[in-house]
């Protein structure tokens, strides 16, 4: 029995199901996880002494890699002088105007929350709030938290278990929630023609990446805008994954930097805490200002901004420069190629889907446009290939429906082992 076995078994005696977050415990590949030991850079390295290079990076955050020494000094130098003040701070005030000036005028203020769940249901509370409407509509196989108003219909870990809406969310708050296919701007019109006056806020990923990664079709985001702005309603673009990911100004930078639209609210969470318990809703001053204590909105937390967390993740933003970011993408696309290739050459029908660095491949021969095509996925495929991958020292999410995060630390010696361990998955794949 290895001591993640072990300490698996155990778990299970204390934990719910053994976990903190439902997709660690491997429930759509099956097996029993491997409990990490430490990581460095681009390896994680496991209670029984396996390496392993990192494609997850905590399920995004860890952008420049693991215990990068500007961040642990950072964190460090932040803790020594206590990891909570429940009292402004002055490092929180720097993220906080790193964020605004990243942002290039389409932040204005920045409240920081301990998860992008928080953020995520503080922006919808600031939407109904302001406009004084109760319907949030949202697409189907988006993952916005685990926030009653958002567990309709949503992806990751609820997708990968095949969940219906879950239990505990009341009907009364459900329905206030409308889920559309993905991508179908006509039935947004549609929604909005007949309940537009009932509508506070679009709530959209930046690029969905809950189902595995979907490429938003062109314009989709700036027609979503549109569609609310006409009918008084805001636009929420959720960056909790996308966010100073995807490019420095995240996936607003692929679309509305370039284009000269902004959404009405941001949520940042993953990089933006540098690793820590950190998120955060943003947006114009008029808005955000309508929050407690200036405004009637209320939203709080006794973490919240705490001086580790800021610290890590201002540290975080700044090692991400223009370089960084060109380095990033030039590795994801030297890793989706190796992921190409290895499936192409065993004839192992697939689909990738790439938004910048940011990808997912799919075990499928159709377009993957929405959840429901997600869905048409091969999961057992994809449970061979994950395990064959991982036995092989290559850390992937354990799902079909979830995006591959890489880090500027892998290096080319990771990038052989990746080539190898994609081989394997490939075959197994394909048995
Ligand atoms: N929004 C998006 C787009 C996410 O990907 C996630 C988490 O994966 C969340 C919100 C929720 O963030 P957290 O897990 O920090 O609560």
Redesign the pocket.
């Known amino acids: 029995m290895s001591r993640s076995d072990e300490l698996f078994a155990r778990a299970l005696e204390a934990m719910p199901g053994g976990v903190s977050?439902p997709v660690r415990a491997y429930p759509s590949v099956g097996g029993t996880p491997r409990f990490v030991r430490e990581a460095h850079g681009s390896h994680i390295t496991d209670v029984d002494g396996r390496r392993y290079v990192d494609l997850v990076c905590s399920?995004?955050p860890m952008i420049a890699g693991h215990a990068h020494p500007a961040v642990v000094e950072a964190v460090q130098q932040a803790v020594a002088g206590s990891t909570s003040f429940g009292a402004p701070c002055e490092v929180e005030l720097r993220l906080a105007e790193a964020v605004v000036a990243r942002m290039a005028g389409a932040v204005e203020r920045v409240r920081f929350t301990?998860?992008?769940?928080?953020?995520?249901m503080t922006a919808a509370r600031l939407a109904r709030g302001v406009t004084g409407r109760p319907l949030i509509v949202k697409f189907i196989g988006?993952?916005?938290?685990?926030a009653d108003s958002?567990l309709v219909a949503a992806?990751?870990g609820v997708a990968s278990l095949g969940l219906p809406d879950s239990p505990g969310v009341p009907q009364a708050i459900a329905s206030d929630t409308v889920a559309l296919p993905y991508g179908r701007l006509d039935l947004v019109a549609e929604l909005f023609a007949t309940r537009g006056e009932q509508i506070a806020a679009i709530v959209t990923?930046?690029v969905?990446?809950?189902m595995g990664v979907i490429v938003p079709p062109p314009d989709f985001n700036r027609r979503l805008a549109e569609i609310a702005h006409a009918h008084g309603a805001l636009l929420v673009q959720?960056?909790?994954?996308?966010g100073f990911r995807v490019s420095a100004t995240g996936a607003w930078g692929l679309t509305g930097q370039r284009d000269g639209w902004t959404p009405d609210l941001f949520?940042f969470?993953?990089v933006i805490g540098g690793g820590m318990?950190l998120?955060a809703v943003a947006g114009r001053a008029e808005l955000l200002d309508q929050l407690a204590p200036l405004g009637s909105i209320y939203q709080a937390g006794t973490l919240s901004g705490n001086p580790a967390a800021c610290a890590a993740g201002l540290a975080t933003l700044g090692l991400m420069d223009s370089d960084a970011y060109a380095r990033l993408d030039s590795i994801a696309e030297q890793v989706a190629g190796i992921v190409d290739r290895a499936l192409d050459a065993v004839g192992v029908a697939h689909r990738l889907n790439k938004v910048s660095n940011l990808f997912s491949v799919f075990l499928a021969d159709e377009p993957v446009v929405d959840f429901a095509s997600a869905s048409r996925q091969d999961r057992a495929a994809f449970s061979r290939f994950f395990h064959a991958a991982l036995d092989a020292g290559l850390w992937l999410a354990p799902s079909g429906f979830e995006a591959w995060f890489c880090s500027t630390a892998i290096d080319d010696d990771d990038l052989e082992v990746i080539e190898k361990a994609v081989a394997a998955g490939a075959r197994a794949a394909a048995q």
């Open positions: 977050s399920w995004g301990c998860s992008g769940t928080e953020a995520v988006c993952y916005h938290g685990h958002f992806g990751s990923e930046g969905p990446a809950n959720d960056e909790v994954l996308t949520t969470g993953k318990p998120a």
